[in-house]
């Protein structure tokens, strides 16, 4: 494959580059810390893991593995190092995931069709603000998430997590954590949501976010940095906690659905759209764009990402189901006018 190749290549032109430009003594001279001494160490892990990765891959059957692990196979085989091959193809499911699903909920937006199900009626988002949404998320995206998303596999790996190996965990074992997960993520994600509120610290990080009062798809990652790193450590730190916790007992491919229901979760979340067949309707203790549109709308309460609970319990949701009553009983006086000046 030409662009690994070129991957490859590119890394280790970084790498030497790094080395000979004297980057490692001046932060050494000038922080105490001897990253010779870690960056070193980081480069033997890197070329140790490759080693394992290839001397376990030579014994592995191909022809035993289903379609998606021979997928696995074929895609680290092609790399010269896994923590490489890891790094480019969750940042690549990233992307392709999160512009993948709001690309619906844009169309959804220029159909007039589904403005019955506009959680904000007047508000439908211009395209300008789209785009400059779109632009900000990218920008974040590769100078915040990409530099993350590189330094994981080290992470997950220090834990435990199975990465390149094969075979796959059962389905079973995956449903059970990634249920998990959904809890672990939304429990954290209350809590520092709610400081992300207060008064000290709101105008500095969390208003970035609000400034979009009537939220869209593109921008349920549209936020200052020191909040994709709070937030984002509840998505990952999760799975890393459950990981040390349970002695190694999870694999890569169970983080990658983890993530992608979690980036489906964020952005219907923001669609600002309430369906008769969404999530909440069938399963009411999930939030859904409902619940988390009247927390844009009002710039207060319903904390959650997922559920609902925890608003329940400390009580950040009266305001919305008040709110949510005024306006069943205004749409119920509207219809009744309607159908009354029908009737003469």
């Known amino acids: 494959m030409a662009a690994t190749v070129l991957i490859n290549n590119l890394v280790a032109n970084a790498t030497t580059l790094f080395e000979q430009s004297g980057a490692v003594s001046t932060i050494a001279k000038h922080t105490g810390v001897d990253l ?47 923590i490489i091959a890891t790094g480019v193809m969750a940042f690549v499911m990233h992307e392709l995931v999160y512009f993948g699903r709001c690309v619906p909920w844009m169309i959804i937006d220029r159909t007039p069709y589904f403005n019955k199900w506009k959680l904000q009626e007047t508000k439908i988002p211009s395209a300008k603000q789209q785009w400059e949404c779109t632009k900000y998320v990218l920008q974040t995206h590769f100078t915040v998430e990409l530099p993350q998303i590189y330094l994981f596999h080290p992470m997950a790996t220090s834990v435990g997590m199975k990465t390149w190996e094969l075979p796959f965990p059962s389905i079973t074992s995956m449903l059970g954590q990634l249920a998990l997960f959904f809890v672990m993520e939304d429990a954290w994600h209350y809590f520092s949501h709610r400081i992300l509120h207060h008064r000290r610290l709101y105008k500095y990080i969390h208003k970035l976010h609000h400034e979009f009062s009537a939220p869209f798809g593109l921008a349920a990652e549209y936020a200052h940095p020191i909040e994709i790193m709070v937030l984002g450590a509840g998505t990952v730190g999760g799975p890393l906690l459950w990981c040390w916790a349970s002695g190694g007992n999870m694999h890569l491919i169970t983080m990658y659905i983890w993530i992608t229901l979690r980036l489906f979760q964020a952005v219907d979340a923001h669609s600002g759209y309430d369906f008769p067949w969404s999530l909440n309707k069938i399963f009411p203790a999930w939030a859904g764009a409902d619940h988390h549109d009247y927390h844009h709308q009002a710039f207060q309460d319903c904390y959650s990402t997922s559920f609902r609970y925890l608003d329940y319990m400390f009580g950040t949701d009266r305001k919305y189901h008040a709110f949510r009553e005024k306006q069943k009983e205004a749409k119920a006086l509207q219809a009744q006018a309607a159908s009354s000046k029908k009737a003469l």
């Open 36 to 82: 010779a001494v870690l960056y070193a160490s980081f480069l033997t892990f890197m070329h140790d893991t490759g080693v394992a990765q290839r001397a376990v891959y030579s014994t592995i059957d191909y022809n035993s593995l289903n379609f998606v692990e021979q997928l696995w196979f074929r895609w680290y085989s092609s790399w010269s190092n896994p």
